[in-house]
């Protein structure tokens, strides 16, 4: 295009309002043979003369009949907003299109088949996404329209009910998330729908009286809805972003995608380009140049020196009529927009008077009430709630319209048409409705949650019921089991102080001098003392269970030296080298972590025993907020294998040739650990060592 074109073209645009206004007067005051030449039109911009295809890549380009966006002219020629500015891309990235002429159907089914490189006018899906790829510059935005024959009554999506209902197959506002099939299924409305080849024949249809009603995007409805005497309704659906789509999985889809998007970018970032000439002439009025816009700038600011005189005179009147046609417009339009939302909400909507009459539900509200639209605009919202609310939702409405704050979420119980009661939850706020502050309350029908709820709370009461049933039992089970570990320990008390006294007697009467009874006698005694300890032992074990816990903050620094301290005498021609770490102080019952830690300190003396210097480490660390404390040695450790068996009772990974005990000490470690709400946990290898660590809570700081 020629620089001088493209300077006529948007002269008027970059004019301001008022230069505009005088346009009107100079008509009358400039005969035509004054104007200059036409301007360029959006065809002649996306399709300038000169261009070659030689070595240009060929893109082949999905076409169907969707005007005024796509379509093909009385010449058969592509046209419409996508095809003006595909062209215009084509030039600029010296590519030749093939256009592939078909239905909508047949284009999504040759894009994934991968028999064309572009599908113009797709809106995303999930679905979609999965067999197509898009880009990712949003071209333009759309929503879908219901249109009847003029004279229908079909003005809300309840209206549908039984009703045949034409729209374009393969659409996604016919089959896609939100459309019309997906939006009368959840309203749980029973109608027909005959998916059809063209937006032309759902409206051809539609007027013959072959269906009742018919689907169509905003653009195509809003061009040819006189055509065919029809009349959109108020049921507005799905809005979308319009995108190119390409072959999923094709060589060359990235590059395509990547071009288009930086090119639509480009184009949209500056509003003199042809996406704009193009939006204009197909889908915003005719902007394809008229002799307004080619009058120079030179004669509009002359003629608008003579005239500023004549258009002050008059501003100040027509200003005044325009802001009170805009306010009075915006009041009509607020109030349109809301019934088309209210009438699509699947909460029930109610606009009631200062008296509480209704006088606006929505389809949801007679729903849950189970009166018609009509009966409940003779009736008042107190006749549908339950006696015990009213008096108090009477008291709250009175200081909502008399500007008092107060809550605006409530629970009301609605009695229903069949006499049955409801639990709703609703909210209330005030708008204006027909020039008045009136009362909106949106009403949620909360039955299944209230059922809910009462299972829950029942599962609760059984469950706390069954917990305190099996405490009880385990309870009187521990109580037992200590009585009984008691009375065993007693019983085989006395048969042990039998044998040490008749061994002592023995001892007396035979001399073991020069024989082998010296000898038996030595080995009857290590057995009886070796049982006390493990009788001892077991006695210890079993009082843990009625131990109670007292928690007081613990400083394990002084704790862990009175322990080495109390245990000097297995120091006795031993060399030990303690590493006593900084420790945390914790929230624990000291009786209780002194026997943990005096446990596992005999525990790592003991299997140290056999290194020539010890080595045993005690210091703690924090982890997400509990304090765990280890003791760490050199000894002979254990097999890993049997680490399961470390804390059961006279439990022995070594023997007793090897190492004493009576099997007890780490068994009281875990079950100390355990009163305490804490874990224990041993790692060790054979003759690397062991490693045991407790888990406690952290003291808070004081």
Not at 31 to 60: C, H, K, W, Y
Not at 157 to 162: C, K, N, R, Y
Not at 260 to 278: F, G, H, P, T, V
Not at 418 to 437: F, Y
Request: overall charge negative; some cysteine.
């Amino acid at each position: 295009m020629k620089k001088r074109s493209k300077q006529q073209l948007f002269q008027l645009r970059s004019l301001p309002h008022s230069a505009k206004i005088l346009v009107v007067l100079l008509v009358f005051l400039f005969p035509d043979p004054f104007l200059p030449s036409p301007l360029t039109s959006a065809q002649e911009l996306a399709n300038p003369q000169g261009t070659t295809a030689a070595d240009e890549l060929v893109i082949r380009i999905g076409l169907y009949e969707n005007p005024p966006k796509i379509f093909t002219d009385e010449n058969g020629e592509p046209a419409g907003f996508w095809p003006e500015l595909l062209q215009y891309i084509a030039r600029e990235e010296s590519w030749v299109i093939e256009w592939v002429p078909g239905t909508w159907e047949e284009g999504l089914q040759r894009l994934e088949n991968n028999q064309i490189d572009i599908m113009p006018d797709t809106g995303w899906t999930e679905p979609r996404g999965n067999r197509f790829a898009f880009s990712t510059e949003t071209v333009l935005l759309s929503w879908t329209r219901l249109y009847v024959k003029k004279g229908t009554e079909i003005q809300s999506i309840l209206d549908l009910e039984g009703k045949t209902i034409g729209a374009l197959a393969g659409s996604f506002n016919l089959d896609g998330p939100e459309g019309i099939r997906d939006l009368t299924q959840k309203f749980e409305i029973n109608c027909t729908f005959i998916p059809m080849e063209s937006y032309t024949q759902v409206f051809q249809s539609l007027e013959r009286g072959e269906i009742d009603a018919g689907v169509a995007n905003k653009d195509f409805g809003n061009q040819f809805e006189g055509k065919y005497k029809l009349e959109r309704t108020s049921i507005l659906f799905q809005p979308a972003r319009l995108l190119f789509a390409f072959p999923k999985d094709a060589e060359l889809t990235p590059y395509l995608i990547e071009r288009i998007d930086n090119q639509i970018e480009n184009l949209k970032r500056d509003n003199r380009s042809i996406y704009y000439l193009a939006l204009d002439q197909y889908l915003g009025g005719d902007q394809s140049g008229s002799w307004l816009e080619r009058i120079p700038k030179s004669i509009l600011f002359a003629v608008g020196a003579g005239l500023g005189l004549i258009i002050i005179l008059f501003s100040a009147g027509i200003l005044a009529r325009i802001q009170v046609r805009r306010r009075t417009a915006s009041l009509e339009a607020s109030e349109k927009n809301f019934r088309q939302l209210a009438e699509n909400l699947l909460d029930g909507v109610a606009v009631v008077d200062e008296t509480g009459r209704h006088i606006y539900v929505n389809p949801e509200y007679a729903k849950i009430t189970g009166y018609s639209r009509d009966e409940l605009l003779r009736m008042s919202g107190w006749e549908l709630t339950h006696p015990e609310d009213a008096p108090f939702l009477k008291e709250k409405m009175a200081e909502r319209l008399a500007g008092i704050p107060h809550q605006t979420h409530y629970h009301r119980r609605v009695i229903k048409k069949d006499g049955t009661v409801v639990p709703t939850e609703m909210s209330t706020t005030l708008i204006n409705w027909e020039g008045e502050k009136r009362p909106l309350a949106v009403i949620r029908d909360i039955t299944k949650y209230v059922e809910a709820e009462a299972v829950l709370r029942q599962n609760k009461e059984d469950l706390e019921e069954l917990i305190s049933l099996r405490t009880s039992e385990l309870k009187a089970s521990n109580e037992d089991l200590e009585s009984f570990a008691f009375s065993v320990s007693h019983d085989l008390k006395a048969p042990l102080r039998h044998i040490d006294g008749f061994l002592d007697l023995l001892k007396k009467k035979v001399d073991p001098q020069g024989n082998d009874l010296e000898e038996y006698f030595e080995k009857i005694q290590r057995a009886s003392d070796r049982m006390h300890g493990m009788i001892n032992a077991l006695l210890r074990y079993s009082r843990l269970g009625q131990q109670e816990v007292h928690t007081h903050r613990v400083q394990l620094d002084d704790l862990v030296n009175r322990v080495i301290s109390d245990h000097e005498y297995m120091l006795e021609n031993r060399k030990v080298n303690w590493i006593i770490n900084p420790m945390d102080p914790v929230e624990t019952d000291p009786i209780l972590m002194t026997l943990i830690i005096e446990n596992l300190i005999i525990n790592a003396l003991k299997f140290t025993s056999t290194r020539d210097t010890a080595v045993i480490e005690i210091g703690s660390a924090v982890n997400k907020g509990q304090v765990e404390v280890y003791v760490k040695d050199n000894g002979v450790g254990f097999d890993i294998k049997n680490a399961s068996n470390l804390f059961g009772v006279f439990q022995r990974l070594h023997s007793r040739d090897e190492f004493q005990g009576n099997g007890i000490g780490l068994a009281n470690v875990k079950r100390a650990v355990g009163k305490l709400g804490g874990e224990v946990k041993g790692i060790g290898y054979v003759n690397q060592g062991a490693t045991f660590t407790i888990t406690l809570p952290k003291a808070e700081s004081k």
